[in-house]
Structure formats: structure tokens, C-alpha cells
């Protein structure tokens, strides 16, 4: 591999969920269309790392991270959009600004995905490895103090990056943006939340400038207390589902305008479906499932009867496109959630990562640990 940068970062050597190691990688400069990006923060959230022991896709060793901010060191040729000193968000699904504004998921994205690459989608993981042989998260790759991305995957900041910005390339784009990209939410809407995570937490902030009738969330006991304050009212999910849904049911007269699954756990896909209206109501799917093979049903007649069961890769957010909407929505709801979402307590060194991770991320299922490099 020709000379280039080294760089420290963190690696996931198998699925084993202790295998974070921090590895000093040599990193090529960029090529054609690539920028090299020196990272200041990530997050991490226990859930992405279940990832690791049930993704059927996984290759190891692999380059942790799919979100984080940073600024640009040096452009490939071809990049006229960013130069060294950019301040940018980096972002799991690359933007277009040619795609229909009813996707953002180009022809050749998914191509890739149903064909399973979900790991490797682009060249520029032979920034790291020319061998191949280490593989990028969700084909991105963040966890290292230098890395490399298409243009594609980065979204320029107006000021230099902070922790709360440090999600934007993932829960907070899907959570600040979802009621309009989505499911179009309108005034007085009476709105159900599966999850407690921080998704979730973004979600119900930016729901609240729709001003809703009612929302109400159905989490853990632990994340109870804070969704209230932020003025919804809160199910604790001990019970089954069928409860969680007769329980919902009772607190709606006749079903929810919206809901939204924020959970890896799809258990609550058909709920968030059958709870709906009759005759208009919608539920969005935001996030994958964690079981593999995992499936939701539900019977023809919820749907013949009007309901609309609907899924959002990211929230629908094309950043070649909705840049300036992301950032306005980030700037005007983070502020109430980044100190509970993305505590100062939470952040830690790439040295000290593999140690502490797991004391870090099993608090409060809506806070992320922050990684400084």
C-alpha cells in the first residue's frame, strides 16, 4: 500500500460484541470524487452494535462508525463542492440532488443493498485496505481520526463542529425530519411513539412544533420520567403487545393519525399499524429490525380499510437536497435534546473506547456515547 496518513481508529475484528480494538491504519489520500475527512466526533449507541452479531451481511475485520463531523483535510480530484478547512456532517445514505423527491435511495444504492453488500459500498474502503480486507459499517466507516468518503456522504457545516452536531448523519436527520418527509404531519394530529431511544427523543421534540392534540410513547420505565417532560404521555412496555395496543386503543377514540416505530425491535410493527385511524391513519417503519429474518403481518383488512403501513430508509433525507432544511430543523429542536441525548459525561477517547463502551451505553436507551478523536 503507498505511503500516506497514519491514523488511529477503531476496528471490529468479529461478532463477538467485546472485539472493538484501536488499530493504526495507513490512509491513502483521497481519489476521484473522495474527500479526507479529519473526524473531531462520533456517536455510538448500544443497538448499533447489535448489528455485529446478527447481520447475516457482516465481514470482518471491518471500520466502525456510519455518523460523526469532522473537517476536510484534503479533496480528490473531481470535488469542486468542498475544500480543506470545510467543517461537514458525515452521512450513512449518500445525497443526490438528480434523484425524485420521492426517494432517497438511488437505482444504484439499491441495487447494492438487495443484494446484500450492505458492508462494502464503495471503493473507498481501499483507503484503509487495497487488500480489502477491512470492510466500512453500512459502507461508511467513521472511526478513525483520518477517513475517507465520497463527496456523496458529506454535508457542509456553517460552523465548526460540535458534539451536538456529532448525529446528524443518522438519529437526529431521521428524527428532525420524519413528521415532514415521511408522514407529512399536520396541526392537532394525535400521534403514537414505539420507542425511548434517541430517535424517538428527536422525534417527539420536532413533533412538538406540529402542534399535535396528543403524543404518546410507549418505552422502557428508565425514560419515563424525561418523555413527559418533553410533554408526551408515556406506556411503559412490560406487559405484551396485545396489552400495549388495547392500552393504546383505550387512550384514542378512534385511532392515531400517526405512528411511528423507532425500535429494532418489530415487535410493535403490526401495533403501530393496527392503532392507526381507519380511513386515513399512517405508520412509518424508521428503523431495520435486529432479528434476523425478522417479519411483520397484519391482516388485508387493516389495510383495505384505509390505513397506510409505510417504511423510510434515514427518514427519507436526501442531504443533495434537504441540506438546509436538516440544518434549520437542527438548529431550531437540538438545543432542547443534545444535553440528553449526547451528555458531556458520555464522551470518551478512541484510546479508552474499547473498555468503556459497555459502561457508557447501558444507561438511558436514548443516550449516545460520544467518541472524541
Not at 451536538?164 to 443518522?170: E, F, I, P, V, Y
Not at 405508520?283 to 389495510?303: H, N
Request: glycine content about 8%.
Amino acid at each position: 500500500m503507498e505511503a500516506g496518513f497514519e491514523s488511529k481508529a477503531i476496528i471490529c475484528e468479529s461478532s463477538d460484541q467485546d472485539s472493538f480494538t484501536v488499530k493504526t491504519l495507513n490512509v491513502k489520500r483521497p481519489n476521484n470524487g473522495q474527500v479526507l475527512v479529519r473526524m473531531k466526533y462520533a456517536t455510538f449507541s448500544v443497538h448499533d452494535n447489535l448489528h455485529n452479531g446478527y447481520d447475516k451481511n457482516a465481514e470482518y475485520p471491518h471500520l466502525a462508525g456510519y455518523d460523526g463531523v469532522g473537517t476536510v483535510e484534503e479533496v480528490g480530484e473531481g470535488v469542486e463542492e468542498f475544500d480543506k478547512g470545510d467543517h461537514v456532517a458525515v452521512f450513512m445514505v449518500p445525497g443526490n440532488r438528480n434523484l425524485s423527491d420521492k426517494t432517497n435511495i438511488s437505482d444504484e444504492h439499491a441495487k447494492v443493498l438487495n443484494k446484500g453488500g450492505f458492508w462494502k459500498l464503495s471503493s473507498h474502503l481501499e483507503a484503509y485496505s487495497e487488500d480489502k480486507s477491512i470492510g466500512g459499517f453500512r459502507g461508511v466507516g467513521t472511526w478513525s481520526q483520518l477517513a475517507v468518503f465520497p463527496l456523496g456522504h458529506l454535508m457542509k457545516l456553517d460552523h465548526e463542529p460540535e458534539i451536538a452536531d456529532a448525529g446528524l448523519g443518522s438519529f437526529l436527520a431521521t428524527g428532525l425530519l420524519s413528521p415532514d418527509k415521511v408522514l407529512q404531519v399536520d396541526e392537532g394530529a394525535n400521534i403514537a411513539v414505539f420507542g425511548s431511544n434517541s430517535v424517538a427523543l428527536t422525534l417527539v421534540s420536532s413533533l412538538k412544533s406540529k402542534k399535535p392534540e396528543s403524543i404518546v410513547v410507549i418505552g422502557a420505565k428508565e425514560d419515563q420520567e424525561l418523555f413527559e417532560k418533553m410533554g408526551a404521555k408515556y406506556l411503559v412496555d412490560e406487559g405484551e403487545v396485545k396489552d400495549i395496543q388495547s392500552k393504546l386503543m383505550e387512550l384514542s377514540s378512534c385511532g392515531y393519525d400517526f405512528t411511528f416505530e423507532t425500535t429494532s425491535y418489530k415487535k410493535f410493527g403490526t401495533p403501530a399499524l393496527e392503532i392507526c385511524h381507519k380511513g386515513w391513519g399512517k405508520a412509518a417503519l424508521l428503523t431495520p429490525a435486529t432479528e434476523k429474518d425478522e417479519t411483520i403481518t397484519t391482516r388485508p383488512f387493516q389495510l383495505v380499510t384505509g390505513r397506510h403501513w409505510v417504511g423510510s430508509y434515514m427518514g427519507n433525507v436526501n442531504i443533495g437536497k434537504d441540506h438546509e432544511a436538516l440544518k434549520e430543523a437542527h438548529k431550531n429542536i437540538t438545543k432542547e435534546v443534545a444535553e440528553y441525548i449526547l451528555p458531556a459525561d458520555h464522551v470518551v477517547s478512541i484510546d479508552d473506547f474499547p473498555s468503556k463502551w459497555k459502561e457508557l451505553s447501558t444507561t438511558a436507551t436514548y443516550h449516545r456515547t460520544i467518541i472524541e478523536f
